[in-house]
């Protein structure tokens, strides 16, 4: 096949740890009737990047290519695609889990994936934030209807989740306590956040009180545990979609919300987000960047658990 219609993407023939990671070339693909073709300039790597790596997750056996986060240029529109023309700098999610393939130098999705990358800001700042904003978003905003003056703990506060909802939570005019280790809170504090509690020194569940909204990025244990903080008629909303029926039963009895979720493809929200970043209220904070052929040091990186803000591959 003439090379011109070939590609780089980050491919895996087996599950397992980050070496199984390794540059493949494959056919570049054409978009269909209402799909983009994306060239890549910058997709975040994020916690469900390694997972999927290492179990296969929603998207069972490999081979695959990973990768949620777009930022880029479009190369082609397909038919009846009208928001779009060739040349113009977006950003989105591939549709979550199923779309996945934006560790690649070119990625076709529908267009309703995409919004209008913000001018003020590059494409690692632009790729770094679509899944984690959209996820805070949509926890925050539409799951639990965060409004001025309410009070919100947000767990893994400095994380790639984490660092977005603080920003998302204090447009909104909440008041944000967060969870990190003691050497993130400076951090924390230049991101807004009005409380920052030591989760290794500190039972969150002792010294935190009367809470509107928890967003639960751990899971397990804390999903439970966080909803003995809130007020009556409070919410704990857990990105971690599969646990323990103790979680709804807790809550039940507390007489208290208990929400698990999956984030969403959503244009509406990118636009959201998008408005956000040109009002100067939402910024990523990026941790490291990596070329594309070095996506198995981003994933490494990534499984530390000690980065604060966002990994980014980057596409030349």
Do not use: C
């Not at 490999?62 to 977006?90: C, K, N, Q």
């Not at 704990?236 to 919300?257: T, W």
């Not at 490494?300 to 980057?314: I, N, Y």
């Amino acid at each position: 096949m003439d090379d011109v219609n070939m590609m780089r993407a980050i491919s895996q023939d087996v599950l397992g740890g980050p070496e199984v990671l390794k540059e493949v070339r494959l056919e570049r693909p054409e978009p269909r009737p209402n799909e983009v073709l994306v060239r890549v300039r910058a997709a975040g790597v994020n916690p469900t990047d390694w997972k999927h790596r290492a179990n296969g997750g929603f998207l069972g056996a490999p081979p695959f290519v990973l990768g949620w986060d777009v930022s880029g240029v479009v190369e082609a529109v397909g038919i009846g695609v009208a928001a779009f023309r060739p040349g113009d700098e977006v950003f989105g999610m591939l549709s979550y889990p199923f779309g996945h393939g934006s560790h690649a130098e070119y990625v076709t999705a529908p267009a309703r994936t995409f919004t209008h990358k913000p001018a003020g800001i590059d494409h690692v700042q632009a790729g770094a934030l679509p899944l984690v904003s959209l996820t805070a978003w949509q926890a925050l905003v539409e799951r639990a209807d965060l409004r001025q003056g309410q009070r919100v703990l947000i767990h893994a506060a400095a994380g790639g989740v984490g660092h977005v909802a603080v920003q998302i939570a204090k447009a909104r005019g909440a008041h944000v306590i967060g969870t990190a280790s003691a050497g993130k809170h400076d951090f924390l504090r230049s991101i807004g956040v009005d409380e920052p509690l030591d989760y290794r020194e500190t039972d969150f569940a002792e010294a935190v009180k009367d809470v509107d909204v928890v967003l639960d990025t751990i899971g397990g244990e804390t999903s439970v545990r966080s909803l003995r903080v809130l007020r009556p008629g409070g919410v704990v909303v857990s990105i971690l979609p599969i646990g323990s029926d103790d979680f709804y039963e807790e809550a039940e009895r507390l007489g208290v919300r208990a929400v698990r979720m999956l984030v969403d493809a959503d244009r509406s929200d990118m636009r959201e987000i998008a408005g956000l970043v040109e009002a100067g209220g939402l910024r990523a904070t990026i941790a490291q960047t990596f070329p594309l052929a070095d996506a198995a040091r981003a994933h490494a990186a990534g499984e530390t658990g000690r980065t604060t803000g966002k990994l980014v591959l980057v596409v030349d």
